[in-house]
């Protein structure tokens, strides 16, 4: 426990560079969390809603964008989740695939990945999985806060993208 309880991971600039722009998590971080969630829209649905960053306040519970540009590799964005100011840089952007980004707060490093996979039907199963880390994380935040909080987001996602109109699609 004293390893995962000291445990600060890679640098930003590692942990942006090698596992998020190669499309993984910190597996050895003190917090990994996946979840999974079917929408029934297709990836593209889903992408437009995801992406659009300046709408999240109005579907995504206890987010609000501060500063965003465009959803691209390198782009840097700062948000609240639950009152915590984080500030995060993209590092995949796949359209209609995948969304990786980087997040600090504090002391802490966290790597976000979104997969869309298609499915039959024209469904997405939307895949969220983070890595968290920073000293004494495990005394500050569970994985069930973590979980509760990706699944509340897809959740959040899957009813806004309900509400699109069907015709809507990626404008990225």
């Known amino acids: 426990m004293t390893g995962k309880l000291l445990y600060t991971g ?11 722009g190669r499309g993984r998590i910190d ?13 029934d829209a297709s990836p593209a649905r889903v992408w437009a809603v995801m992406t659009d960053l300046a709408s999240w306040a109005g579907w995504a519970t206890g987010i609000r964008v501060l500063e965003a540009g465009e ?12 009152g915590i100011a984080l500030r995060s840089r993209f590092a ?8 990786i980004w980087t997040g600090t707060f504090l002391v ?3 790597v976000d990945r979104h997969v869309l996979e298609p499915l ?3 469904r997405t199963r939307v895949t969220v999985e983070e890595s968290l880390a920073g000293p004494f ?18 959740n959040d996602l899957a009813a806004a993208v309900q509400r699109q109109p069907r015709g809507s699609s990626a404008r990225r």
């Open 92 to 99: 995949v952007v796949e359209p209609e695939r995948e969304l």
């Open 108 to 110: 802490y490093r966290a």
């Open 120 to 122: 039959p039907g024209g």
């Open 10 to 20: 890679p640098s930003l600039a590692v942990l942006h560079d090698a596992y998020a």
């Open 71 to 82: 959803v691209r590799p390198g782009e840097r964005f700062r948000w609240r989740l639950n």
């Open 137 to 154: 994380l495990p005394l500050l935040y569970g994985p069930a806060r973590l979980r509760a909080n990706h699944e509340r987001w897809l």
């Open 27 to 39: 597996d050895r971080a003190p917090l990994v969390s996946s979840s999974s969630l079917v929408v």
